[in-house]
């Protein structure tokens, strides 16, 4: 008996929708548009203006049977409280229809259609044109649909899909973007003529006292091209954009203090204005639209970093870029472009150890325990650093054998000109990869015989540079 009334009441359904498959679907747009999330205020209250949208029938409809068409924003979606707030679909297909409003509210648009001749078949079509969202949640990256239902015009039951059909309207997207590939060409040279690791080895743009890295900003150029809020105007950075503030961020002792010390050019347009000091731990310039082509367009970005060429550079440096780009389409919102917290890499072609105490008191005996596993023997010269006002001098250059260890007297790596403050710290530059090098420090109690050990370490730590 409860199979006898299932089937029965399949067609029964059958009997008065034209068919037992419930198949309505919406058909368009096959394509979401996509939206510059520049060109959106980050409250979500930038009104849209939608795709046309299709709803194909799954039934057929003979004359006087009308129905109901219910249409629902997706989350955080609403539409319009003034103006156009529904607008009416356009049907095509064989039958003479008359759609209205029905009722409508920020979260509903429900239509009356009456099959006024002939009669509405399966795959006839009703389509939205030009339908807008007041509010949306596109600036935060989440698309937006809407939901079509077909009910009787009493909307006590459903007459084609059971439930809701469900249609992706909108995507969104930056269409500013920075793109900085990893750039690890720049190599501090310790057999720079003014003295160890003091300049660049000439490669590629690097120059022996100016190292260079690009980074390229797109205006709109992705494989996906997104649109202003009216629906089917490209975005354009040279038309709907203000500026973007870059930020390069890294240790920058050692920067020259002349004009131009860090510079930034770009393809077109005057070059930015860029500012660094030798001491700070940022550079900043601006971009402008007359940095850019018409989109969709790149702008690739050349950094120089320009040294005083009278100081270690050290083995290491890590560089990030960061920018902020302001459009004047969204209310002067700003955007942060992705970046790359490593996007700029100096190697150097050799390795530094250091201890920051040693002592140079005749009461002891204290020396540098320096182990070489290369398999070629490898110079090293001493940068020497004293206490107060007293001055350090720096010893000789000196080699470390080949796979083995080499005993430097501490006496011999620095001396002081105050012997009654006989001691300090010392940096050991080695013309060695930084993987072959270790060292320890010893100190000895002439008298007693008491000893101990430092390791030796990398000067550089990862809040300014890194080895």
Not at 18 to 25: D, I, K, N, P, R
Not at 47 to 54: D, E, G, K, Q, S
Request: charged share 10%.
């Amino acid at each position: 008996m409860k199979k006898f009334t299932v089937k029965a009441t399949a067609l029964a359904i059958a009997s008065v929708c034209g068919s037992a498959a419930f198949a309505g679907s919406i058909t368009a747009p096959v394509t979401p548009t996509a939206f510059a999330v520049e060109a959106l205020k980050a409250d979500g209250t930038t009104p849209v203006t939608l795709p046309n949208f299709t709803y194909a029938m799954g039934v057929g409809r003979p004359t006087g049977n009308g129905f109901t068409i219910i249409v629902n924003p997706s989350s955080g979606s609403t539409f319009p409280t003034s103006g156009t707030i529904c607008v009416v679909p356009t049907y095509t297909g064989a039958a003479t229809v008359s759609t209205t409003v029905k009722r409508q509210s920020t979260g509903e648009c429900a239509y009356d259609v009456q099959v006024n001749a002939g009669a509405v078949a399966v795959a006839d079509t009703f389509t939205w044109t030009g339908q807008t969202f007041a509010t949306t949640p596109l600036a935060s990256g989440s698309g937006v649909s809407v939901n079509v239902t077909l009910k009787d015009p009493g909307e006590s039951a459903y007459i084609d899909q059971v439930g809701a059909v469900t249609g992706s309207l909108a995507t969104s997207g930056r269409a500013l973007t920075l793109t900085a590939a990893a750039d690890t060409a720049t190599v501090a040279n310790v057999n720079d003529a003014a003295g160890p690791l003091f300049g660049f080895v000439v490669s590629g743009d690097d120059l022996q006292y100016t190292a260079k890295a690009a980074f390229t900003v797109g205006n709109n150029s992705g494989a996906t091209t997104y649109k202003l809020p009216n629906g089917t105007t490209n975005w354009d950075f040279t038309l709907h954009g203000t500026s973007i503030a870059v930020t390069v961020a890294g240790n920058f002792q050692g920067l020259a203090t002349t004009a131009g010390a860090y510079a930034a050019t770009t393809t077109i347009g005057t070059a930015p204005t860029a500012t660094a000091t030798a001491a700070g731990t940022t550079a900043t310039f601006t971009l402008l639209p007359a940095n850019f082509a018409v989109a969709p367009s790149n702008a690739t970005v050349t950094n120089s970093f320009t040294v005083t060429g009278t100081a270690s550079l050290g083995t290491a440096r890590t560089f990030g870029v960061s920018a902020v780009g302001t459009s004047a389409t969204a209310g002067a919102a700003t955007d942060a472009l992705a970046g790359s917290t490593s996007w700029w890499t100096w190697g150097a072609n050799a390795s530094q150890l250091m201890v920051p105490y040693l002592s140079t008191n005749s009461k002891y005996v204290t020396r540098f325990s320096l182990l070489n596993t290369g398999a070629a023997a490898v110079g090293y010269s001493v940068t020497c650093y004293a206490e107060g006002t007293n001055v350090a001098t720096n010893g000789a250059n000196g080699t470390l054998k080949a796979a083995g260890t080499t005993i430097v007297d501490a006496t011999a790596a620095c001396s002081f000109a105050d012997a009654t403050k006989p001691r300090g710290a010392v940096i050991f530059t080695i013309n060695g990869p930084i993987n072959t090098v270790k060292g320890a420090y010893n100190i000895v109690d002439a008298t007693t015989g008491a000893n101990g050990f430092l390791p030796m370490v990398r000067p550089y730590n990862a809040l300014n540079t890194t080895e």
